[in-house]
């Protein structure tokens, strides 16, 4: 009896160090006295919000903190849930494989930067999570990663949502069609070669996993001689997207793309959609709305390119009123840095509540990306991600004062130095500045934007 | 047939009319009293209960103790307020209509030396962009070449008018984009030998254009009726010249800013202003010490080194002010100038100050453009452009009511609120009868 004990004994022990390498640094915060904005149950005045080892632990008034709990006092202040983005480029080494218009097997895991300063810099911005997305040149892209902005890792895996559920691009109109129809001249140039490219792949995986399924069921059976039948990476994902275990984050803009995925989503069976963009969504919202799809958008970003001429910054507005679950996103590692700044435009273009426009930055998006259990609202057995402002964080006079990712601050403006990076080249000209392009431009496009034109310029 | 063939291609010139127009209403003109608002003079005190009478395209009267002409239309004001119109001090504005789209681009000409390219023939007065931005309560928009060494020649323009006659707004000043030794963004993979051998290039060139620019002044100065040869390029950069117009030097980099603040100084340029500055904060004490003023922005966005600290771009504007620099702000766009009073409220969050930054956008703008005689404050005799809101204009949750320009009362519709209003409950929805 005592062997098999310490045996036991034994085998935790050897057990801890794994455990304990895949658990994220978590950390304890009394934050005291503070206007809570928790999204879910309103809005509750000078109360306190207790995280304890990473998770919202309590939330009332005259709270104690426990043994060695750092303090924070948020008299004056606003405490919402940490901000989250469905839609990030950041953190990455590269964006879009451009190679073919059908990627699946990229992950964008493979390519994670936990050195990139926009990670700090969207969390002096409130952002507690993101998803990290594949480019939109590919018709299908890669798939994408959820993350917690624990900058101050060197490790990726670190930076990874545990347990969230698993999602890839796909992406319609201009930009496919450019980089693969125009630059490659290969389908798809148009709008046709869209709708044909997904359909294809994904009649190619539903026919593959029949061939698995059909397997693993005679495999079952005794005396079954069989061999399997060839594994394929690529259609792997698409199966696993035909069965309900990827959701989809479709990168769109025109009505007709939209009714268009739709269509191709239903007749697969997809049920789990989320289009990205969507500046049209607007126009077909009660589609939208009854396919059960979600929409992640910009506020007001339009004009940049054809494809998004006849949009409008009322579009989250309408859609949130046509019972769409409507998320505002960045594409950008700028405007990430404002997203409280894109949801209170919907308070003008729209009029939605503050309540509905808090919700486009927090429990929307969270919804989305299948974690709103874990986020996107100040609720007891939540994570402990929170921001801080001075000021209502929809007033354009406010400044996000602390950021918290699992209990632990990451950002606090009054201890905030320079220089905030991880790692510095030492090939770099310390006085070269690199002063991005006069407009902000929207991408997806990403580091393809230089290739884009080069393809033109060649042709 | 031939008459069903007459209707088609009528049918075809009216489609092609009519698409890419802005349609919205027309404007109306005629004596107005908007009786009851606060108003945010900027120059004056803020006075209660104002009454602010339009005339003939002019602010007639306003104070506490105006009377209502009978003539007038009386618009109810109270618990309104009213600002001067707002003022971004660089745009692409009328001279871009789609971002990717190069047939849609006039502000960038072929040629590195182009000073005679003057915005104001490109501007196209039926841009769906201008609408929607004037919706947000900006009138007036400096609209400016970019690119080569001397882009061309910016305008400014009122938001409302169907001719760049009817739009100008009485300041045109000339754009250099002074040799940069900075990267131009994460696509500019050259080498920092490259860049500075470029920069050193440009330089070389600018001054050789400068020098050839005051011979070929001296020598027409001198040959008086008899004209020397034709150098369109030399003839737009006379005005400088003589000072009776400014140069607007794009400048970015803390490094250059200092090269062009020597350079400006050693060729005795009159009148100059500084455009973009997005590293001003770093050399704040020498810009205000030339007292050269300084149009900057976008204010939303991010900081030109990895290693400066997050807020750099927000808290620009508040340091150059508070080292003395005259700071006007811009948001050096095309399809979203309508975002000019966040840019203002982010950098008044950042130190700048509410009633600095309202001044940012309004009477400094209209100071460093010479027009404040007509622009910029809420004063009797100024132009009639202005606009009526439930709140802080530079807060996202407050409306704009109505706008006037030059006297002329705007309609807040755009394309954009016209697919609000058709799409909000589309009809047929999801079920056609």
């Known amino acids: ?162 347990g969230a559920p698993r999602g890839i691009k796909f992406a319609l109109g201009e930009n496919p069609t450019r980089v693969h129809g125009a630059g490659h001249n290969i389908v798809p140039r148009t709008r046709m070669g869209v709708e044909f490219v997904i359909r294809s792949a994904l009649m190619e995986a539903r026919e593959y996993r029949k061939q698995w399924d059909e397997y693993n069921e005679q495999k079952k059976k005794r005396g079954f001689r069989g061999a399997p039948p060839r594994y394929d990476d690529r259609l792997e994902v698409l199966a696993e997207v035909l069965r309900g275990n990827i959701t989809i984050h479709c990168h769109c803009y025109r009505a007709d793309e939209i009714v268009m995925i739709l269509n191709v989503c239903r007749d697969f069976g997809i049920k789990k959609l989320v289009l990205q963009h969507a500046n049209e969504g607007f126009k077909v919202a009660p589609e939208i709305a009854d396919f059960g799809a979600m929409a992640s958008v910009f506020s007001d970003a339009w004009a940049y390119k054809f494809e998004v001429y006849y949009s409008t910054a009322y579009n989250a507005a309408i859609l949130t009123r046509n019972g769409v679950v409507t998320s505002i996103n960045s594409d950008d590692p700028g405007v990430i840095r404002r997203l409280y700044h894109e949801a209170s435009k919907t308070l003008k273009y729209g009029g939605l509540s503050r309540e509905e426009a808090l919700a486009l930055i927090t429990i929307n998006p969270a919804k989305q990306l299948g974690i709103d259990s874990r986020v996107g609202s100040l609720e007891v057995g939540k994570d402990g991600d929170v921001a801080i402002f001075r000021e209502h964080p929809l007033s354009i006079y406010t400044v996000p004062v602390m950021t918290l990712v699992d209990g632990i601050v990451r950002f606090d403006r009054e201890n905030d130095p320079d220089d905030m990076r991880i790692y510095v080249d030492p090939e770099e000209r310390f006085d070269q500045s690199g002063f991005s392009m006069p407009e902000s431009f929207h991408d997806c496009l990403g580091a393809a934007a230089a290739t884009f034109n080069q393809l033109f310029e060649n042709r | 047939m031939s008459n069903r063939l007459a209707l088609l291609v009528t049918a075809l010139l009216w489609l092609s009319a009519t698409m890419g127009v802005a349609q919205v209403p027309k404007g109306s003109y005629g004596p107005v009293a908007l009786v009851g608002a606060t108003a945010y003079t900027v120059t004056q005190d803020t006075i209660e209960n104002c009454t602010v009478v339009l005339r003939d395209g002019k602010i007639e009267a306003i104070g506490a103790n105006v009377s209502v002409p009978g003539d007038a239309r009386v618009i109810d004001c109270k618990g309104r307020r009213v600002y001067p119109g707002f003022i971004d001090g660089g745009t692409r504005l009328g001279l871009s209509e789609i971002g990717s789209d190069p047939r849609t681009h006039d502000y960038n ?203 750099r771009s927000y808290a620009n504007p508040a340091i150059m002010n508070k080292a003395g620099v005259t700071v006007a702000l811009r948001t050096n766009e095309a399809n979203n100038v309508r975002n000019l009073p966040y840019n203002a409220g982010v950098a008044a969050a950042y130190g700048l100050g509410k009633e600095e930054a309202l001044r940012a956008i309004t009477i400094v703008p209209a100071q460093i453009f010479g027009v404040a005689d007509k622009l910029g404050s809420l004063e009797a005799g100024k132009d009639a452009t202005l606009f009526v809101c439930d709140g802080d204009p530079l807060e996202p949750a407050t409306n704009i009511l109505h706008l006037f320009i030059k006297g002329w009362d705007v309609p807040l519709v755009s394309r954009q609120t016209l697919l609000y209003d058709e799409f909000l409950h589309r009809e047929p929805g999801l079920q056609k009868p």
């Open chain 1, 1 to 162: 009896m005592r062997t098999v004990r310490f045996h036991i004994a034994v085998a935790l022990v050897l057990l801890i160090p794994v455990v304990v390498a895949a658990q994220p640094k978590v950390g304890d915060a009394l934050i005291r006295n503070g206007t809570l904005l928790t999204v879910t149950k309103g809005t509750l005045e000078n109360t306190d919000l207790l995280i304890r080892d990473g998770k919202i632990a309590a939330i009332g008034r005259n709270l104690t903190a426990p043994e060695g709990c750092r303090i924070i006092d948020a008299t004056g202040l606003f405490v919402m849930p940490g901000i989250i983005d469905a839609h990030s480029h950041i953190a990455l080494e590269a964006i879009n494989e451009m190679s073919s218009p059908v990627t699946p097997e990229i992950r964008m895991r493979d390519a994670l930067n936990p050195l990139d300063i926009a990670i700090y810099r969207a969390l002096a911005g409130g952002v507690t999570t993101i998803q990290t997305l594949h480019g939109s040149a590919n018709a299908i892209g890669g798939q994408s990663v959820v993350m917690k902005l624990r900058y101050g890792t060197v490790d990726p895996s670190e930076l990874v949502l545990e």
């Open chain 2, 109 to 311: 000409e072929v040629g590195n030396i182009v000073p005679q390219m003057r915005a104001l023939t490109a501007v196209n007065p039926n841009s769906a962009l201008i609408p929607v931005t004037r919706v947000n309560g900006v009138t007036t928009v400096l609209s400016a070449p970019t690119g080569g060494l001397f882009s061309g020649t910016a305008a400014l323009i009122n938001l409302y008018g169907y001719t760049p006659e009817q739009m100008y707004a009485g300041f045109e000043g000339v754009v250099l984009n002074f040799p940069s030794t900075s990267r131009g963004g994460s696509n500019d993979k050259r080498k920092s030998e490259e860049i500075a051998k470029a920069a050193t290039k440009a330089m070389k060139k600018l001054d050789d254009v400068w020098q050839k620019a005051v011979e070929y002044d001296k020598l027409d100065s001198a040959l008086g009726e008899s004209k020397p040869d034709y150098y369109p390029e030399l003839i737009a950069l006379q005005p400088v010249l003589r000072g009776t117009m400014p140069l607007i030097v794009e400048v970015d980099d803390a490094g250059d800013i200092l090269r062009a603040l020597e350079w400006v100084r050693e060729k005795e340029i009159r009148k100059v202003i500084f455009a973009g500055v997005r590293e001003g904060w770093r050399v704040a004490d020498k810009i205000a010490e030339a007292g050269i003023p300084v149009i900057t922005g976008k204010v939303l966005t991010l900081p030109g080194r990895a290693y400066d600290r997050y807020d």
